[in-house]
C-alpha cells in the first residue's frame, strides 16, 4: 500500500471516529433543531454561551432559537408540534407530569430568581400584612411555585390571600401601577421593581427554601421526538455542557453573555442576577443525577402542580425525567 493510500485511510477513520462522538465528518449536514426558550439567564446562559463558542455546531447541530414569553407557552407550542424541544423553568415539572414531553437535561437550580416584592406605602411591610390582599405573578410558573413555597413557610397559603394571574409584565406593571400591593416575580423583573418604585421591598427571594424546595429548570423535548432522536439528544447534552462549563469557569463569559445578549441590563445587574441561580459543573451534575437529587427537586414542584393544578394520574419524574441519556453522554 502506497503512503498516499495509507493516509487516506488513516484520515478517514478519524474523520468516522470524531461523527461517532458527536462531531460530523466531513461534508456531513448538520442536524436541525428548533428549539423554544425563555429569554432570562437562567434559562438562555448556556444556549447563548454555546452559540458563541461555537459548541452546539461542533456537535453537529443547527440549532434554531425562538424566544417565548412564558414556559406555559412554550410548553403549548412544543405539545403542538412547532417546535422539537425547548428550555424553561419550574414548567419543566408541570407538562411532562401530565405526559407532555420528557425531561431529559437540567440548566440550574433557580437560587433566588424568585422573588417576592411589596409596597410599603401600601403597608405591605411583612408577611402578616399580606393576608386578603392581592398578590400578582404568572400562575404555573417559577414564581407561583416559590409564592406557594414562601406563604406556607410563613404561615399562610393560597386561600390566605387573592392571587392575581397575569403574564409578568402585566403584573410588574399593575404593582408599579398600586393595582395591587405585592407581586411574585422572576429576575430580571426586579430591576424594573426597583427603579419604578424606589420604595418597594424585597420580603423574600427562593434561596430561602433552598434545598427543601429547590426549583429546577432544563430541557425536555416532544415525545414522539424524544424517543425517535436520542442520538440528536445527546450531542444537544454534549453541546450544553461545553457551554455549561465555559459559562462557569470562563471568567470572562458573563459579561460577554450581557454584551451579546442583554445589553438593556448594566453589567452589575445582570452579575447580580446570575448568581440568583445556582449553577453546577457537568460532572457536578452527573452525580446529581446519579443519586435520584434531581429526580427529586423535579418531584417536589411536579408535587406542587399537582395540587395547585388538578393534575388526574400525573406521570413521576422519575418516569418524565430521562437520568440515563446524560449519564451515558456525561461521564463523571
Known sequence: MNNNRRKLIQTSAALLGLSSIGFPALGQARSKVKVGYLHTPAVDGQIWTGDRIGSFVKNGLEMEFVEFTTGLELFQAMVGGSLDMLSTGAVVSNFPARGQGKVFLINNVEFATA????????????????????????????????????????????????????????????????????????????????SKVPGAKKLVDASAYYPQAAIVGGWAARNDYYAKNKDICQRVIRGWSQANDALINDPTAVQALQEAKYKNVPLADFQEQFKASKYFSSAEWNKLYADGTVTKWLQQVTDFFIKAGGIQNAVPASTYFDAKLYLETIKA
Open 115 to 194: 422573588q417576592l416584592w411589596v409596597r410599603e406605602d401600601m403597608g405591605m411591610k411583612s408577611f402578616a400584612d399580606l393576608r386578603g390582599k392581592k398578590i400578582s405573578t404568572t400562575t404555573g410558573t417559577t414564581a407561583h411555585v416559590f409564592l406557594d413555597n414562601a406563604l406556607r413557610a410563613n404561615g399562610l397559603d393560597a386561600s390566605s390571600v387573592e392571587i392575581v394571574n397575569q403574564r409578568m409584565a402585566e403584573a410588574v406593571t399593575s404593582f408599579i401601577s398600586g393595582a395591587v400591593p405585592a407581586v411574585a416575580l422572576w429576575v430580571p423583573f426586579d430591576i424594573t421593581v426597583r
